[in-house]
């Protein structure tokens, strides 16, 4: 049996979104953020080969610390297990940073150019050889494109009537998005994540919208926020329509 979704989008950019979608169960949201987080591939540096590495940082260390950069990933040209190579030659006195990095493929390049690996000193130099590999965050977190993957429930907000005069009033606190009741989405940050700063001296319902979750996701740069997205559902597809056939078997 199909399912009808209705999406909408309330703040979207290349690293960062964020998005409504009715008619999911809450557990289907989990399942969404699972699959953001744990089945979307990214490219990531897994081994080392070190020409010369004079700074005072052990090998192990400074190799912890390259895995941990993010590299774009162009998804449609990789397979899982496939390998990219980078390389990288600094001559101190300088700082290593992680666009120092050169990579084998254009399309594959730190996401963030200016990650910080080691500051070398006067003739120290840091010369090395990395194979960057396509895994899941199944596999090891380093491959998890979503840096914050998240999603609450939309709440609607609603005025019942005048506060108290003579009640003293307090902070409400409701971090996420509000439904108004003329259908408006509002993100809390716009008044302070307060209601009394939105609704001063009016009395107010916040109830949950049933199967209405607001998705707010963050990406490293590896993948679009939106990709990672549509990534995850498709993953989703992939492993229903894997378990129909085996079931109908």
Do not use: C, W
Request: no cysteine.
């Amino acid at each position: 049996m199909s399912q009808d979704f209705e999406v909408e989008f309330i703040e979207r950019g290349e690293r960062e979104t964020r998005f409504l979608v009715r008619g999911l169960t809450p557990a289907f949201a989990n399942g969404i953020r699972r699959a953001m987080v744990a089945d979307v591939p990214t490219l990531s540096i897994d081994t080392v080969r070190f020409v010369e590495n004079s700074s005072v940082m052990f090998d192990e260390m400074i190799a912890l610390r390259l895995g941990l950069v993010p590299l774009t990933t162009p998804l449609d040209d990789y397979e899982v297990g496939d390998e990219v190579t980078l390389a990288m030659d600094v001559q101190g006195p300088a700082t290593a940073y992680s666009g120092d990095l050169e990579s084998s493929d254009n399309l594959v390049q730190p996401a963030d150019e200016h990650v910080p690996i080691i500051e070398l000193k006067e003739d120290q130099r840091l010369e090395f050889e990395a194979d960057a590999v396509l895994d899941t965050g199944k596999d090891h977190a380093k491959h998890q494109g979503g840096v914050a993957v998240g999603y609450r429930h939309l709440q609607r907000v609603e005025v019942v009537g005048d506060a108290d005069e003579f009640e003293e009033s307090e902070p409400n606190i409701l971090r996420g998005v509000i439904e108004t009741e003329d259908g408006d989405l509002v993100p809390t940050s716009e008044f302070d994540h307060d209601l009394t700063t939105r609704y001063p001296d009016e009395e107010i319902t916040v109830t949950d919208v049933p199967n209405a979750f607001v998705f707010h996701v963050e990406s490293d740069g590896s993948v679009p926020a939106d990709e990672l997205v549509l990534r995850a559902v498709e993953s989703i597809g992939l492993r229903a329509d894997e378990l129909r056939e085996k079931v109908a078997v």
